[in-house]
């Protein structure tokens, strides 16, 4: 059996290389248009950090792992192509800021249907809105290839910065398909994919639209879990509550659970917003403006959140933040990935920015061009926390990388202008300890 997925992304590279892991019998071709990434794919230099990853891609990759920019050729002799390209908000148009970018997935289905002339099955692994499906099977009956094709969606779970643990161990795998006999057919096959290392209980088959929707669903409750516990950190920083107290309180609550119950900075990622963007567009085009309405606070209270964390720096800082220097430790959207989109860390910064702060910025995994290119030119790129801090009026925790926890805070003190500020943006640090060096320390959710 012969695999393609077309679009060597944070997706379609983990996903795949999980697969040839899992079945050696099967080839796995990962393409893209993009010769850079492609390049670095097969180079010792992954064009995304995950954890575990590294080791796959070498374990596999000659074998029965290729990455490639032969994207037809490819397409052509596959038993299943996945379709794993950016579905990203479109910036322009109609729906501008809110409707997805399908441009992508028709290229997809185009090129598809222009290469092959025999029976394949093709997958939606990106995420769409609901009757994108429809939209494929569409562009292959122009080319009057219809017949040709089975069309399944299979959104993926995983994420950044557990994607190895997520794909090996996933909660489930969600497969669409027609309810056909060759509908069922297509889905089997894809179910037995799968079934070489997940659980076949783990494995639910659904209708095309059901598997299609319960991706966008999905991600809009955990984001929404993000924005209702944030939204419940301001009320306790003004009432004497402490939100990591009343999270735990609440997520013992077996309804409830305690993921995705952690006070933040607010949510980034390329997808949450994106996502519920896109739900708050298909609900308007179906006539449910309530809908919308209600999804649209989930994004509301994220841009809420980050607000109101800068106007507590600038308040703190008497007001003022010109030259004024700012270290800003982490900027990935979370801990242990490179990837930068949507990351509150962007709107944080330039915000101050706005301000006349002076900000340096210190990131593990982030490379400098992309911080500068996302904030400006004048900001300063540091090699470690400590020199950041070093002559600062603030420090600012905004991605919780395990090396924050673990600084040494008494050293960075002295080091800094005073009063020394810290606002931990992540819950990671131990404000009493911070206190007791001379800090004047605060968190989100804690008076
Ligand atoms: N990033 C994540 O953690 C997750 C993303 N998703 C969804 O998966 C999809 C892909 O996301 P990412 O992998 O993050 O995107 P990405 O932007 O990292 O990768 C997409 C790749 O597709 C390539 N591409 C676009 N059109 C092409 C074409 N016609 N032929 C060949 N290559 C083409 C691009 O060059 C790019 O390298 C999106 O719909 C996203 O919502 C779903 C779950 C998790
Ligand atoms: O469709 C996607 O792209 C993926 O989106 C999320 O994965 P990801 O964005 O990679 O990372 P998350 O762990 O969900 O974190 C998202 C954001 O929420 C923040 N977050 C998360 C959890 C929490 O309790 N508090 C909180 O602020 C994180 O710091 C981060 O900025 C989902 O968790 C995945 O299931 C999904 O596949």
């Not at 019998?25 to 064009?47: G, K, M, Y």
């Not at 999905?218 to 509550?241: D, H, K, P």
């Not at 402490?242 to 952690?262: C, Q, T, W, Y």
């Amino acid at each position: 059996m012969k695999i393609c997925c077309i679009g060597a992304g944070y997706v379609g590279g983990p996903t795949m290389a999980m697969i040839a892991k899992k079945c050696h019998d099967i080839d796995v071709a990962v393409v893209d248009l993009n010769e850079e990434r492609i390049a670095a794919w097969n180079s010792d230099c992954l064009p995304i950090y995950e954890p575990g990853l590294q080791e796959i891609v070498e374990e596999r990759r000659g074998k029965n792992l290729t990455f490639s920019t032969e994207v037809k050729s490819h397409i052509k002799s596959a038993d299943i192509i996945f379709i794993s390209v950016g579905t990203p908000t479109k910036d322009y148009g109609i729906g501008a800021g809110q409707a997805p970018e399908l441009g992508y997935i028709e290229g997809c289905a185009r090129m598809i249907a222009e290469a092959c002339d025999g029976p394949k099955i093709v997958i939606e692994k990106s995420t769409v809105p609901v009757r994108t499906a429809e939209l494929v099977k569409s562009v292959f009956d122009g080319y009057n290839k219809g017949h040709l094709f089975e069309i399944l969606s299979n959104p993926e779970f995983l994420a950044e910065g557990t994607a190895i643990t997520d794909l090996e161990n996933p909660d489930r795998v969600l497969i669409g398909g027609d309810s056909t006999e060759s509908g069922k057919k297509a889905v089997q096959t894809v179910v037995d994919v799968y079934n070489r290392w997940v659980p076949r209980e783990k494995i639910i088959t659904t209708n095309v639209w059901s598997s299609e929707l319960s991706k966008l669903v999905a991600n809009a409750f955990l984001a929404q879990r993000v924005s209702s516990i944030n939204a419940i950190s301001a009320v306790c920083e003004v009432s004497g509550a402490d939100v990591e107290e009343v999270a735990n309180a609440i997520g013992m609550d077996s309804r409830i659970g305690p993921k995705f119950l952690k006070s933040s900075v607010g949510f980034g990622g390329s997808c949450f917003q994106k996502d519920i963007l896109n739900l708050v567009y298909l609900s308007g085009h179906f006539g449910l403006p309530e809908v919308a309405e209600y999804w649209r606070q989930v994004i509301t209270m994220n841009e809420y959140q980050r607000k109101r964390f800068t106007r507590k720096v600038i308040h703190s800082l008497f007001n003022t933040l010109q030259g004024k220097r700012i270290a800003v430790l982490g900027f990935a959207f979370k801990k242990d990935t490179n990837d930068t989109r949507e990351s509150a860390a962007i709107y944080i910064c330039r915000d101050l920015l706005e301000e006349g702060a002076d900000i340096v910025v210190y990131d593990p995994q982030v490379p400098a061009e992309e911080i500068k290119h996302l904030t400006s030119d004048s900001t300063k790129i540091a090699n470690s926390a400590e020199e950041a801090a070093k002559d600062a009026h603030a420090v600012l925790i905004l991605t919780e990388w395990d090396e924050f926890v673990a600084l040494d805070y008494a050293a960075i003190y002295k080091d800094m202008v005073k009063p020394a500020h810290i606002f931990d943006g992540r819950n990671i640090l131990d404000l009493e300890k911070l206190e007791s060096i001379g800090f004047k320390a605060s968190c989100i959710g804690k008076s």
